[in-house]
């Protein structure tokens, strides 16, 4: 029997990068995945590959931003696979600004998908935890269900030019530690990965305005710089930037039953990068 059978999993943004990496993953240990993008192409690219290796998977195609979307992701879940064992907050990206140069736009826009929208999605599926718990109890039963937030290196020491995904990805922690309190009771356990520097679309072009990513029709400059870059894996222990492969590794770790018992902590996945 493969780990994760008979297990239903929702991953926000699992159309590209660490998020995709995750969904085959989670996919190839048996459970059924609820793919989300903003993008069409590739989450039905996601549900192909889990399809191809003979997993299960589904795709909810929208903007983890949108006031509904919670509802529709979990629903998901309980419709088309019959339950809800594992979520995670992975959708995000980055908008970065100097303090003076940063919109309220900018802010407001980071804090929506980073902490709202998993605000939201967790919300959603907190009646169906619940449930859960009580008629597992009543039976005898007892499983353990996993909640992982994505967090990031900027989120615990911060970083120039991100004020706002700074922010975002240390709110994120605080919620993540308060749900840990909060489910409990239900065996949920809540905790965060943050990811120091993994080579996806986001950090992998030059920051020099040629590399340019599409959030919802809004044209975003991402990227870091190639001396920045260079000089950050110099400071990493490991001695290189991560692959989306083992960011979702990180990730992975606190979705198996081999960690039932750890809750409310933050793991940072940066090759030594503290
Ligand atoms: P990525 O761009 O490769 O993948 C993220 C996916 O999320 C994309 O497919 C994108 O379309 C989707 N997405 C973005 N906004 C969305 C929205 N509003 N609704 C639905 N989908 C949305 O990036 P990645 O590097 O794999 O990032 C995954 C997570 O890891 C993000 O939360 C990011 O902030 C975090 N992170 C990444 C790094 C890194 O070095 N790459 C470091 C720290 C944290």
Redesign the pocket.
């Known amino acids: 029997m493969a780990r994760l059978d008979r297990k239903v999993a929702i991953i926000?943004?699992?159309?590209?990068?660490?998020?995709?990496?995750l969904a085959v993953m989670l996919a190839a240990e048996g459970a059924a995945v609820v793919v989300?993008?903003?993008?069409q192409e590739?989450?039905d690219e996601t549900v192909a590959l889990i399809g191809k290796a003979g997993g299960q998977a589904s795709a909810v195609v929208?903007?983890?931003?949108e006031a509904d979307?919670g509802d529709r992701f979990v629903k998901a879940a309980i419709d088309g696979f019959g339950g809800l064992d594992i979520v995670v907050?992975?959708?995000?990206?980055?908008w970065d600004s100097i303090i003076q140069k940063m919109s309220d736009t900018q802010w407001d826009a980071i804090m929506?998908?980073?902490l709202k929208?998993p605000f939201r999605i967790l919300r959603a599926a907190q009646p169906i935890f619940a449930a859960a718990a009580k008629s597992e109890r009543e039976s005898g039963a007892v499983t353990c269900r996993k909640v992982v937030n994505?967090?990031?290196?900027?989120?615990l020491n911060g970083n120039a030019g991100q004020v706002n995904?700074a922010a975002g990805?240390a709110g994120i922690v605080g919620m993540t530690k308060a749900l840990a309190k909060e489910w409990g009771r239900y065996n949920v356990t809540v905790n965060a990965v943050?990811?120091?520097?993994?080579?996806?679309?986001?950090?992998e072009a030059p920051a020099d305005g040629s590399s340019v990513?599409d959030?919802?029709g809004r044209q975003i400059s991402?990227g870091v710089n190639p001396q920045i870059l260079a000089g950050m894996e110099q400071r990493i222990p490991l001695g290189r930037?991560?692959t989306?492969e083992e960011?979702a590794g990180a990730v992975y770790l606190l979705c198996i039953p081999e960690s039932d018992y750890i809750t409310g902590q933050v793991l940072l996945c940066g090759g030594g990068l503290g």
């Open positions: 926000s943004g699992s159309g590209r990068g660490i998020g995709r990496q989300n993008d903003l993008d590739p989450a929208g903007d983890v931003t979307f907050n992975n959708a995000g990206y980055t929506d998908v980073h929208a994505i967090s990031s290196i900027a989120g995904y990805k943050a990811f120091g520097m993994i080579k996806t679309r986001l950090t990513i959030i919802a991402v930037a991560g989306p960011a």
